[in-house]
């Protein structure tokens, strides 16, 4: 009866002031939209090293048409150069008259000489910035981020689409790439083992593709204007290989089978692919099922243990089969053995490329740092050259 009362006492006008207030404050706020007549929505960022500093390469997002047969989404890019990489965002402005915005970018590529050091100087202002997204993905390519940025994708209009769609869940799981966030790499670079990987893009004219076409999501290049790119030859996109890092400099690549190893050894693979051998021929096993591990063993000589458990299903066969054998998926006691040497091999390899580049990709420091800290200081120098490898792998066939 007092709250009734109390609220019966408000006077009107109070009650009509504070709906004012309310309607002025939701009226007056732009919804978290984005005007993009004022803002360069930037949907990737390439950056390359120069003698001066830094090239960032912006791929910028603009729309395209408003009908359906012109709809879409187009980009610009536009090269901007400066002593940090603030600086080359900053001239956008100044080149353009729109306001950077990054809430929207998905992917940072690196020039092939700017991960010749320390890359952490070229992702510092990225990492600083409150807008930019953890889960934004990174990579590097061969050659240069700019050639790579601008080029005509044969398969999508902007060519930051066409590369994001390597890294889709669907081709990790296939074990065919590597894929890492900014987020994650810089969590792998300033934690004990100082390593990380990368995703490596490379480029290759389409083949049968003339040359020409629609050209609307052509390149500003290194003078910041947009134009059509004319008679340029359209180029497929590849990751295939892995990019290894330590301390933030790149000191060697995982080739696509040991791309594959380590997909299987973190038990991400489904539906992915390997070739083994029956008779002479080649004979191609689909992953079904998958889980992996690395444990390390510091009783007398350190021990890394690789396991990789797979079942699979016969996918493909290099020669003609009967009938029988087309109707079943079965995998055959030979094809297993050879599979599981296969895998072997591939694993074998995967940890020399561990401790010949020092890159701790497998995690053997910090599962040495989590498990005794005092056993950590010890090995911790000298931990990749002295532990040997365990490779235990078991290839099944489903029922």
């Known amino acids: ?192 083992s100082e390593s990380s990987y990368l995703p490596f893009v490379k480029m290759a004219p389409q083949k049968g593709a003339e040359a020409g076409g629609d050209s609307s999501g052509g390149s500003g290049g290194s003078s910041g204007s947009s134009g059509s790119s004319g008679g340029a030859e359209e180029q497929i996109y590849t990751a295939e290989e892995t990019a290894l890092f330590l301390k933030g400099k790149m000191v060697g690549k995982l080739p696509a089978e040991q791309t594959l190893a380590l997909s299987l050894l973190e038990g991400n693979v489904f539906a992915g692919t390997f070739s083994a051998q029956e008779n002479g021929q080649a004979v191609t096993l689909t992953v079904m099922r998958n889980s992996g591990g690395v444990s390390l063993d510091m009783k007398g000589t350190p021990t890394a243990k690789l396991s990789v458990d797979v079942t699979c299903r016969l996918c493909c066969r290099g020669t003609a089969a009967p009938i029988e054998d087309i109707s079943s998926d079965v995998v055959s006691p030979a094809v297993l053995e050879d599979a599981n040497k296969v895998l072997e091999g591939y694993l074998g390899a995967l940890f020399e490329n561990c401790k010949q580049t020092g890159c701790d990709f497998l995690e053997l420091k910090k599962s040495l740092y989590r498990s005794s800290l005092k056993k950590y200081r010890e090995w911790k120098d000298y931990l990749l050259d002295t532990v040997r490898p365990e490779i235990v792998t078991d290839v099944k066939s489903m029922k």
């Open 1 to 192: 009866m007092r709250a009734r009362k109390f609220w019966n006492t408000v006077p009107m006008k109070l009650w009509l002031l504070l709906l004012a207030a309310i309607l002025f404050s939701f009226f007056s706020n732009d919804f978290g939209l984005v005007d993009i007549q004022k803002t360069a929505v930037i949907v990737a960022a390439g950056i390359d090293k120069t003698e001066n500093g830094f090239s960032v390469t912006s791929q910028i997002a603009v729309p395209k048409g408003t009908d359906r047969a012109q709809g879409g989404t187009s980009s610009v890019n536009i090269t901007t150069e400066g002593p940090t990489v603030s600086d080359c965002i900053t001239a956008l402005f100044g080149k353009t008259g729109w306001v950077p915005k990054l809430v929207f970018c998905d992917l940072i590529l690196l020039g092939e000489e700017a991960v010749q050091e320390d890359v952490i100087a070229y992702l510092n202002y990225f990492l600083r910035n409150e807008y930019m997204p953890d889960n934004c993905l990174l990579a590097v390519c061969e050659g240069s981020a700019e050639k790579l940025l601008t080029s005509q994708s044969a398969i999508d209009d902007a060519s930051s689409l066409a590369i994001e769609k390597l890294f889709s869940d669907a081709a990790e799981k296939s074990g065919k790439v590597l894929t890492n966030t900014l987020k994650d790499f810089a969590i792998g670079y300033y934690g004990v």
